[in-house]
């Protein structure tokens, strides 16, 4: 009887053995912390825009000093994501502080028979590609006894990744700005040739928005064409952006087949 419990305590030895060193070669727990981090990226996604326009309460309807009075109006973007409400809003006191201002300069009737300025700022939502959103802030200034208004469009795009406005140069390859320069001009040269605009006189414009077909240039008033013909806009295809934009900052394209 002590012959068999001895040799059945000599097999259960490497048994017990085995299950040590087997436990040993597990793979350990992640600390708390890198499990949180994890936890916390999986859960984060990137949100789907959801925005209305609302007027911007102002301290007083119009704004009068020596050089006479502006009536404003201030639109801007309400979205679900804080950061860019505070981001527009924070654009418009500094574009436009005097319509922000409590002070009373000069009364209104003082500077009436100067005429009413208006300054008008639109901020609206257009589209949305992934990580990417664009908006346009619309503004519109005529000063009294102008022969008109000046408009002007500004896009704003960005990375709902990195929380970061994207401009041009953010988005484009290193040192490709030549390159992008003669595709841009090669896809719209029948347009720049009648009106007299050779290749060595268009310059990139930091202007931009991601169009149905390809990203968009906008050029000001005057720029390349008349006032009449309004803001000029000059589009480079998707198509030949592959080599000139970065990767990441590509809306997803169809892969077209060489048969």
Known sequence: MTQYRIKQWLWAVPVSVAAVLM???????????????????????????QAKVIRVELPKKQFCDAEGCTQYDLQTVQTQVPWINEYFLARLQK????????????????????????????VQFIAQHT???????????????????????????????????????????PNVEAKVADALYEANSNWLQQHNIERAKLQLSDNYYYGVNGIVFVYPLYELASYAEGMSELTLPYLMTKDLIKAEYLPSLPEYSNQ
């Open 95 to 122: 574009d436009v502080p005097d319509a922000f201002s409590t002070d009373k300069k000069i009364s209104a009737e003082t500077s009436a028979a100067k005429g009413l300025n208006q300054n008008t700022v639109y």
């Open 131 to 173: 990580n990417l959103a664009t908006f346009v802030i619309q503004s519109y200034i005529y000063n009294a006894g102008a022969a008109h208004g000046m408009s002007h469009q500004e896009f704003v795009t960005f990375d709902l990744n990195t929380h970061k406005r994207l401009a041009l140069t953010d988005i484009l390859k």
């Open 23 to 49: 436990a040993g070669c597990q793979e350990k727990p992640a600390p708390q912390a890198q499990v949180d981090t994890v936890a916390k990226a999986q859960k984060q996604t990137i949100p789907l825009i």
